[in-house]
């Protein structure tokens, strides 16, 4: 195919440069990170990350281009003080910055240039600056009228339904509780527990009415979230929060059980239950009624593309950034031995 051939040239014509380029982004954030004051720090990455963005875009790589443009609007979210959790947000800023090049070069090696690979990053990335995730896209199709149907179907009692504003409130404050344990990282699995306990009531009190499948499935969530099958993320945390938003909107219109389901919010739910590998009965009975292993375009090839994105590495990465975030003095030779430890496994 002569288009593939042009692009795989250009890419090897800019592939240098952006590496350069996104060598001083992330030299820069390490300094402004130093120096949080030294705004002018932030801005060099700013326009650094800028010209990545560029790059990819007039050679045609729309999936790389989208993360360079993702990772730049964060960027310019750090500099104009728009986000609400600075150390995330930086955190996942570098993990982008140490990502792309291996974007990249699979692209280089004959791999695909496909945003849903780097999906997950992306939706962090948005996330970190409290953006609506792209997981609604029409890259993900779940079986919204199955699902429906699976969803929960107790018998509710006459007095439950006669109390249910108040008992709702009493839901919302547990809820709340645990999540803001959940977002400062404390005591995880007793908020995981208080979670989980309260989405159950949920699911229970909304039995036999379209909301009961928002509360099953967002208790599958954090069923996959409390064993470790489902990562903690930005965009998982940020979803937790629109869940209490919502709690909070429909005790404040009344507690109406026949409300329509947000649908965004229930398909930016089932993405992350789509990607969980493990196999939690309340995951697998999610997976099925909605048909989520067909939801995705996640063949092997999917598969093994995402792992060559974000495989071995990941784990490096995230620690290197930890390392940056709390020690910063010893921060330089990791990182330098880290990218070391690349060019040589490359």
């Not at 509360?215 to 489902?230: F, K, Q």
């Not at 919502?246 to 089932?270: F, Q, T, Y």
Request: glycine share 4%; net charge negative; hydrophobic share 40%.
């Amino acid at each position: 195919n002569m288009a593939e051939h042009h692009d795989y040239k250009a890419l090897e014509w800019v592939r240098g440069e952006i590496e350069e380029t996104l060598k001083q982004a992330q030299q820069s954030l390490e300094s402004f990170v130093e120096n949080p004051e030294d705004s002018t720090r932030m801005r060099f990455c700013l326009t650094h990350l800028h010209q990545v963005s560029g790059t990819l875009q007039m050679v045609e790589f729309f999936g790389a281009a989208l993360l360079a443009e993702e990772m730049e609007n964060l960027a310019q979210a750090l500099l104009n003080h728009k986000v609400p959790q600075v150390a995330d947000a930086q955190e996942v800023l570098m993990r982008a910055i140490l990502q792309l090049p291996l974007y990249l070069d699979q692209i280089k090696s004959g791999g695909r240039d496909m945003p849903v690979i780097v999906l997950p990053l992306l939706n962090d990335l948005r996330a970190a600056r409290g953006e609506s995730l792209l997981s609604e896209t029409a890259l993900f199709k779940p079986d919204l009228d199955a699902g429906s149907e699976a969803a929960p179907k107790e018998k509710i009692s006459a007095e439950a339904l006669a109390q249910l504003p108040e008992l709702l409130k009493k839901i919302r404050q547990l809820y709340q509780f645990a999540l803001v344990g959940l977002i400062r990282n404390q005591d995880m699995p007793t908020n995981l527990g208080y979670m989980a306990k309260s989405l159950t009531k949920l699911e229970q009190l909304y039995s036999n009415t379209p909301m009961a499948q928002l509360w099953w499935v967002s208790a599958a969530l954090v069923a996959g979230v409390s064993r470790h099958d489902i990562e903690l993320g930005t965009s998982v945390k940020m979803l937790f929060g629109q869940l209490d938003r919502h709690l909070k909107d429909s005790i404040d219109s009344g507690a109406d059980r026949n409300e329509p389901v947000p649908m965004d919010l229930l398909k930016n739910l089932l993405f992350y239950v789509a990607r969980c590998k493990g196999d939690a009965p309340r995951i697998r009975k999610v997976k099925e009624a909605f048909k989520l292993d067909a939801a995705l375009p996640s063949d092997e090839l999917l598969d093994s593309e995402r792992r060559r994105v974000s495989g071995p590495d990941r784990s490096a990465i995230t620690s290197v950034v930890r390392a940056l975030l709390d020690e910063l003095g010893t921060v330089k030779d990791t990182l330098d031995l880290f990218m070391r430890g690349q060019k040589s496994a490359t």
